[in-house]
């Protein structure tokens, strides 16, 4: 292990927990009962797809399907294909016109209405399939959208590849190479990225390297034929590591080696320009196994029925400031969303896509309660500790500002009840039907370290997930430390069995320019993009397969009905 660690020049990652790039959905559209803007026939309809960028929420034209000539229900064959990312607000627009002419002018073709909606809420409907009204003609009913979801099967596989070198070059005076191979997947502006190392095999130029497993996205990002440039090093203990040569090859090529060896040429440019045609190549490497296996992904589990439970748990302690007060961590501008507000929002609002009754539970702690005053670290903040679920994320923040007008900040902090909180609902569901995921939003320092990290310990083997956002200038090494990415966490001797919890501080994504709507999808993004792996870590060590999908939606088949015109 530790000859890996030594070999930080090349980047230190690991290609399942690192970023890859997403999978990718294909979204496929219908529509029933559209306007009919023609006169002598039915509408010509054609679907433009629009997607909004993140900071500047501009709408860009991202696809179009094609037309379909004579009906109010088309079902358009030509497919949206997306990049699909968890923890993204990802807004679709569509719109639908009825095509007049060749012209691929929008402006001169007649607008047949158009629904608003992201892709979580097409994924998170039943069955992948989300039926919308169209809107924009006031007055005027304009039909449904019906948009279903799947997730491409090439996104889904991953590989066991396993090499072995023969004759590579030698590097070492005093001994053979330690070599070592990287793995580079090329992108669409010609650069490369890293994806993958092996191990370093020691003082041997005939290396057999250990079987290794990689998404295939993280590969080829889906496409069979891109290019994978495969290095071949001498590792070095000082980190400058010695190149031997390399080779390039393709997911297609390598998955041949499914029923054949595939032996690569290790070339070196520099070696070849300096010796020549007297240069053959500085060994060779073989590809001697290529398995493939299709994993179970998080939206199988989904569209297998799983519901994603959201709970949220406010810090009221007096160390946030008066709530009355500008410098106050909970101060309600009416010009701006406070941090608290803000983290509640942009994680909320991604979350509630995936919770079909859109019911969600707000508590708050460290406050004094009306009207006796006493101290609780576990309270409703809509008052009703009977049934604390709030409607949407609306009906969470209204709960949060009214708790503000009511109780008084107090303190200390503590995070175990709260957590302790989910986890009896969450011990009482533990087939795979429901996930429960806790964000709490905190100032500073946690006054019950030890009981939340027995808390956590006790989570780690339910279906949750804890999210800790840290809000204002405090330092934070106690949530740090909750993280468990450095060290999993651990009490009383016992480990937790999951990595469950994700802690950020909300300053390190806030934009410096004010943008809050940037600063919010930035935040999201951190937060959430761990949570498809929790969950999917949860599934798999219990062994629960996800539900049976629902039968594919098939279109109702409808005569063509032309209409008949009087002659005058």
């Known amino acids: 292990m530790s000859s890996l660690m030594n070999m930080t020049c090349i980047g230190d990652f690991d290609p399942f927990t690192a970023a890859i790039p997403a999978t990718k959905v294909e979204l496929t559209v219908s529509c029933r009962n559209l306007l009919d803007r023609d006169t002598f026939s039915k509408s010509d ?96 009913k304009c039909g449904t959208i019906i948009v279903r979801a799947e997730e491409l099967s090439n996104c889904r596989e991953s590989v066991m590849l396993q090499f072995c070198g023969n004759k590579l070059d030698k590097k070492d005076f005093f001994g053979k190479s330690d070599p070592f191979l990287v793995f580079y997947r090329s992108n669409e502006d010609g650069s490369f990225t890293i994806c993958h190392k092996t191990e370093v095999v020691k003082n041997t130029l005939d290396p057999v390297w250990q079987a290794f497993k990689i998404p295939v996205r993280a590969l080829c990002n889906g496409d069979y034929d891109r290019s994978i440039k495969v290095e071949v090093y001498d590792w070095d203990r000082d980190g400058g590591h010695d190149f031997i040569g390399e080779f390039s090859t393709s997911y297609r090529e390598m998955s041949r080696g499914q029923s054949q060896f595939h032996v690569y040429e290790v070339l070196n440019p520099k070696k070849k320009e300096k010796k020549k045609k007297k240069y053959l190549n500085s060994g060779t490497v073989t590809l001697l196994s290529c398995l493939v296996d299709t994993e179970l992904s998080f939206l199988d589990y989904i569209k297998g029925g799983t519901q994603i439970n959201f709970t949220v748990a406010i810090d009221f302690t007096a160390s946030n400031g008066n709530p009355s007060q500008p410098t106050s961590l909970h101060y309600m501008s009416p010009y701006q969303l406070n941090a608290y507000a803000m983290a ?117 083997s339910l279906p949750m997930s804890i999210i800790i956002v840290g809000v204002g200038p405090a330092e934070f090494d106690e949530m740090i430390e909750l993280d468990g990415d450095e060290e999993r966490i651990s009490s009383q001797g016992r480990f937790a069995e999951r990595d469950i919890v994700q802690f950020v501080p909300f300053r390190d994504y806030v934009d410096r320019r004010g943008n809050h709507i940037l600063s919010m999808a930035r935040l999201a993004k951190e937060v959430l993009a761990e949570i498809p792996d929790q969950f999917l870590s949860y599934m798999r060590t219990r062994g629960i397969k996800p539900g049976p999908s629902p039968p594919p939606y098939t279109p109702a088949v409808l005569p063509l009905l032309t209409r008949r015109v009087s002659r005058i």
């Open 45 to 140: 309809p054609i679907c433009v797809l629009y997607t909004q960028g993140i900071a500047n929420r501009e709408w860009r034209e991202f696809a179009r399907t094609e037309v379909i000539d004579n009906t109010l229900n088309p079902d358009f064959v030509r497919k949206f294909i997306v990049d699909y990312f968890f923890e993204e607000r990802q807004n679709l627009r569509f719109d639908l016109y009825d095509l007049d002419s060749k012209s691929d002018n929008l402006s001169k073709h007649d607008f047949l209405g158009q629904a608003f909606c992201t892709l979580g809420e097409v994924v998170g409907s039943p069955s992948c399939r989300m039926d919308k009204t169209l809107m924009g003609i006031p007055g005027k």
């Open 344 to 460: 509640l929002r942009a994680v909320g609002e991604i979350i509630q896509d995936y919770d079909s009754d859109k019911m969600f539970p707000a508590l708050g702690f460290g406050a004094k309660l009306p009207p006796d005053g006493r101290v609780s670290h576990e309270f409703a903040l809509n008052g009703n500790p009977l049934n604390p679920y709030c409607s949407g994320i609306e009906g969470v923040m209204e709960a949060y500002y009214q708790s503000l007008k009511s109780v008084r900040l107090y303190g200390p902090t503590h995070f175990s009840p709260v957590i302790n909180h989910v986890a009896r609902y969450a011990s009482a569901v533990t087939d795979g039907s429901q996930y429960f995921i806790l964000l709490i939003i905190s100032d500073g320092v946690i006054t019950d370290m030890a009981q939340t990290k027995e808390s956590i310990v006790n989570a780690s």
